[in-house]
């Protein structure tokens, strides 16, 4: 009805061992046994377009039903568009996976967007990239952090995870951090070209979002609520903003604090915020904190609220040069955690085939 005919609706109906289910198989659809004849059940999309492209949903999960409306849209932007925009990628985690699939995070931005990979050490970001996404960028080397100060004062847009202390880092990437640590610049002080604060050794931790987690104790299992691994609700979340108007949760583990920095011209609007029951605790502190959890709430004292992810906007000079842009466009979010898959994603087994779930936005 909204596409006032421009989108035509057929159902059909594939009966075993028919034309119909020939097709469903040819396009993609997946079929779901139901009984122990060989019949399939079969509840997917096909969309194609009036230049004969075409995209699938193979199977239509009733626990993605919350999701449903952004798969469809997903499936008809892509077909509208079918040129995609270039988004480049410079991660200190492995999003596309190393000896494992890729994250689900990078598989679904797959979906909609050119996927450019670029190394900690990149010198140059390609003029046709639109987007940049950066993660851990305390591990990029001096000539990246440069790339990036001369990507955003050609007009381009910065989507950053910075993250005081991660907790998914494996041990090859942490050797990597390391290597490429020795050589870096600060990126705090590219940050605060763009007026924003963020102490790379402090995380915060807060008693009222605090996420129930399972630990061991005393051999057996116990559930506590883990105020460093935090679940923010909309109450903590920009309502005006297009990015988290309509989120109902965001699950993020040892995030950071960003803050405004007073005399810069940019414009800075926190997105997401803390409970006033936070604190700040030091992050290499947090392996004793976790062996002694009883003993860090006993001398837990609130000082919160915290900003944890902010849009800065508005004029901003290099860090590098003497080149400026008028019209900044950055997103700061201060953790990089929430992208791991075990953060805001459930995998469900349905008939052998695994399904993610999404239980965070």
């Known amino acids: 009805r909204a596409s006032k005919g421009k989108i035509i609706l057929e159902i059909i109906d594939p009966e075993p061992f028919s034309a119909e289910e020939d097709n469903a198989v040819n396009y993609g659809l997946q079929g779901i046994p139901v009984d122990n004849t060989g019949t399939d059940l079969y509840l997917g999309l096909v969309a194609t377009s009036s230049v004969e492209l075409k995209r699938v949903i193979p199977f239509l999960q009733p626990a993605r039903e919350a999701n449903l409306e952004y798969d469809i849209s997903q499936l008809i932007y892509n077909l509208v568009h079918p040129q995609r925009k270039a988004v480049g990628v410079i991660s200190a985690l492995p999003l596309q996976g190393r000896e494992s699939s890729p994250w689900v995070v990078w598989q679904q931005m797959a979906q909609s ?76 002080a590219l940050l605060r070209t763009w007026g924003v604060n963020f102490a790379e050794d402090k995380v915060v931790a807060d008693r009222t979002l605090a996420k129930p987690v399972r630990l061991q104790s005393e051999g057996r299992d116990v559930t506590v609520r883990y105020p460093l691994w935090m679940d923010f609700l909309p109450k903590n979340m920009d309502k005006n903003d297009v990015l988290t108007s309509t989120l109902d949760r965001i699950t993020m583990a040892t995030p950071g604090a960003l803050s405004k920095i007073e005399g810069v011209g940019t414009t800075f609007t926190p997105l997401i915020l803390t409970s006033a029951d936070a604190t700040l605790v030091e992050s290499k502190n947090i392996p004793d904190y976790q062996q002694n959890l009883g003993n860090f709430m006993r001398e837990y004292q609130a000082t919160g609220p915290y900003i944890v992810a902010a849009r800065v906007s508005g004029p901003i000079k290099s860090a590098y040069g003497t080149g ?38």
């Open 113 to 188: 967007f050119e996927l450019r990979s670029f190394k900690l050490d990149v010198a140059t970001i390609p003029n046709d990239i639109d987007v940049l996404m950066l993660v851990n960028p305390a591990a990029f080397t001096s000539d990246a952090l440069k790339a990036v100060d001369k990507f955003v004062m050609r007009g381009g847009h910065v989507l950053a995870f910075v993250d005081p202390y991660s907790e998914v880092t494996d041990a090859q990437t942490a050797k990597a951090n390391k290597a490429y640590k020795d050589g870096t610049a600060d990126f705090s």
């Open 324 to 361: 400026e842009v008028a019209d900044s466009n950055i997103i700061i979010i201060a953790d990089a955690d929430m992208l791991y898959n075990h953060f805001w994603l459930q995998i469900q087994n349905v008939s052998g085939q695994e399904f993610g779930v999404p239980n965070s936005g």
